[in-house]
């Protein structure tokens, strides 16, 4: 349920940057700093789901010092 969540904000405004904070506020309706680790690894099987190279993403990406975003094309 977290991963589809994830995804599912995501994906309503692909190439939209958001950052970990606006990720677990809007999924969980709060943030923790310790959810932070839970968040990447959350991020990284849905990696494995949709991505044909994990460790080189296409659509799921990582904007270092932001946070993350959906590519579509």
Do not use: A, F
């Amino acid at each position: 349920p977290m991963e589809y969540k994830i995804v599912l904000l995501l994906m309503r405004t692909p190439g939209k940057i958001y950052t970990k904070m606006q990720i677990l506020e809007n999924i969980n309706g709060d943030y923790l700093l310790s959810d932070d680790n839970t968040l990447m690894v959350h991020i990284s099987k849905i990696r494995e789901k949709i991505e044909d190279d994990s460790k080189n993403p296409r659509y799921l990406k990582t904007v270092r010092g932001l946070g993350y975003k959906i590519e579509t094309e």
